[in-house]
């Protein structure tokens, strides 16, 4: 399980992109497109390999005007399904 304080980022290879074809942001991998909506976008957008998943967490609670409590776990298990996938690698700190 991804913890608060793990760094996540996106592994060689896998990228976030445009797609002007199906008028949608995906997630790019090796032979994988997912198609990210909202939430999905402004989590990735935030992986830089530097910041934890708390302070990932702590921002998007501030921009949506959620609270983090309620955020936290559900940035957890999406990270951690990609993670599954190998569409995220995490670092643990």
Request: hydrophobic letters at 45%; charged letters at 30%; proline letters at 4%.
């Amino acid at each position: 399980m991804i913890a608060a304080q793990d760094v996540a980022f996106l592994p060689r290879g896998v990228r976030t992109h445009k797609d002007k074809v199906r008028s949608a942001d995906v997630l790019l991998g090796p032979e994988r497109v997912l198609v990210l909506d909202q939430i999905g976008l402004a989590i990735l957008s935030r992986l830089d390999g530097v910041v934890s998943v708390a302070e990932i967490s702590e921002d998007l609670a501030k921009t949506f005007a959620a609270p983090r409590d309620v955020i936290e776990p559900d940035v957890i298990e999406y990270l951690t399904d990609l993670r599954d996938k190998g569409l995220v690698h995490v670092r643990q700190d």
